[in-house]
């Protein structure tokens, strides 16, 4: 099956510490993007990558950091210089061509304690 | 971006037919409307876009007027399952920037 895989689903860690997520997808699609979300909100982009070796900072990218060594993979690193990074995050990626249509992945919700 | 305006909740019941209007005011002749469903603790889906007058699929039909200052999500004889947050994005298509999500609207259907 094509899509987007995110893993883990739930991640706990301690204050202070980088996390690593990843975000995979099969979809041979040339952007992907990572969003947050917080409750009761709606999605913030955090980085985004047109092309692999290249990425942009989203409206949010304080306190993170990404890389696009491949097309598939687009891995959010939440770095312990993030002020409040218990949320929800999630990756998506897009086709090229006149459509808007992103798909996005299961999410994983990071909880810091 | 052009930005968006939306009621934060609505309430239906089962098997009518709930319509969800988005106001976007300065919306850019190349601007497309795009409308996203998202469930709790899920990543938001595709639910349809749309440039100007009517676009109908399998879930939903988009009704966008001459001046496109607004447009319309019709959810035809809702279920239980369509309780969601319905998102309403504008933006031009092929770009591959980031989408700007509103707070959405939460639309909660009754028995």
Redesign the interface.
């Known amino acids: 099956d094509g899509g987007?895989t995110q893993s883990p689903k739930y991640l706990f860690r301690k204050e202070g510490q980088n996390v690593t997520l990843s975000c995979e997808q099969n979809l041979n699609h040339?952007?992907m993007?990572w969003?947050r979300q917080d409750p009761?909100?709606?999605?913030?982009?955090i980085y985004?990558s047109?092309i692999v070796n290249d990425f942009q900072k989203?409206?949010i990218a304080e306190g993170y950091s990404v890389s696009r060594e491949k097309k598939e993979s687009f891995p959010l690193t939440v770095t312990s210089a993030q002020k409040n990074p218990t949320a929800?995050y999630?990756c998506?990626s897009?086709t090229?061509?006149?459509?808007?249509?992103?798909?996005?992945?299961?999410?994983t919700?990071l909880t810091v304690l | 971006l052009a930005k968006t305006t939306q009621p934060i909740s609505m309430d239906s019941y089962e098997g009518q037919e709930v319509n969800i209007t988005c106001s976007h005011n300065n919306i850019a002749t190349n601007d497309y409307i795009t409308w996203y469903q998202q469930f709790p603790s899920q990543g938001p889906r595709f639910i349809i876009q749309g440039y100007k007058t009517k676009v109908t699929n399998e879930v939903a039909s988009l009704f966008i007027p001459a001046d496109r200052k607004s447009s319309t999500l019709s959810l035809p004889r809702v279920s239980l399952s369509d309780t969601a947050v319905y998102y309403c994005l504008v933006g031009a298509p092929g770009g591959a920037d980031g989408l700007t999500f509103g707070k959405g609207t939460h639309l909660i259907i009754q028995p």
């Open positions: 987007i040339d952007a993007y969003y009761g909100q709606g999605l913030r982009l985004y047109q989203g409206d929800f999630l998506a897009k090229s061509g006149l459509h808007n249509e992103q798909f996005f992945g299961p999410g919700r």
